[in-house]
């Protein structure tokens, strides 16, 4: 893999994979890091201790405050790949110290929901 790394850090874990953008300030509860929205793919699951991998982040800037909020809460994911980085979750994961890697189209595509990877 030719990761591009935003946030750096070394994780192993299992992937979390959505095939929708997230709105972590509309979407995620800050406490939980349970996905709260009932339209998106994720409703009812926890991205707590995973490697979320999705294409992109969407909605407000404020989104970055929700994960910095999920680290405080011991919600968040381990690591978090995407194929965009946009500034909501890339401030966000820097405030909270959390790696985050863009991936390639290849490497989006060949990751599943629920392998066990190793990123950084």
């Not at 349970?34 to 707590?48: C, R, S, Y």
Request: contains cysteine.
């Amino acid at each position: 893999m030719t990761l591009k790394t935003i946030v750096k850090g070394k994780v192993t874990g299992k992937v979390l994979k959505s095939s929708q953008p997230i709105n972590f300030l509309g979407s995620v509860d800050k406490k939980t890091g349970e996905i709260t929205d009932k339209k998106h793919a994720l409703f009812g699951k926890k991205i707590a201790d995973s490697i979320l991998v999705f294409p992109n982040g969407i909605g407000s800037s404020v989104g970055a405050y929700t994960i910095y909020s999920l680290k405080s809460n011991n919600s968040a994911p381990a690591a978090m790949a995407c194929q965009k980085a946009d500034l909501t979750v890339a401030s966000g994961c820097a405030l909270a110290n959390i790696p985050l890697f863009i991936l390639s189209p290849d490497e989006y595509d060949s990751m599943k929901d629920g392998d066990e990877i190793s990123l950084g």
